[in-house]
């Protein structure tokens, strides 16, 4: 398994929240809204975001 580093986390916190700020891009689906959750992840050990889209 890869291991997980602080730049790395970094830069796909990073991506996570491109994607939460330019909405246009992602889908389109009139209403709706973006849930992000934090979880511990055993594996990584460590926290890691979840962005779900719940209509």
């Known amino acids: ?3 997980m580093t ?3 986390f ?3 916190a990073a991506a996570a929240s491109t ?3 330019v909405p246009g891009l992602t889908l389109r ?3 709706g809204r973006h849930v992000l959750r934090l ?5 990584l050990r460590m926290m890691r975001a979840i962005d779900t889209f719940v209509p």
């Open 1 to 3: 398994m890869a291991r």
């Open 6 to 8: 602080r730049r790395g």
């Open 10 to 12: 970094l830069a796909t």
């Open 19 to 21: 994607v939460r700020a």
């Open 29 to 31: 689906t009139g209403g």
């Open 39 to 43: 979880v511990y992840d055993k594996g």
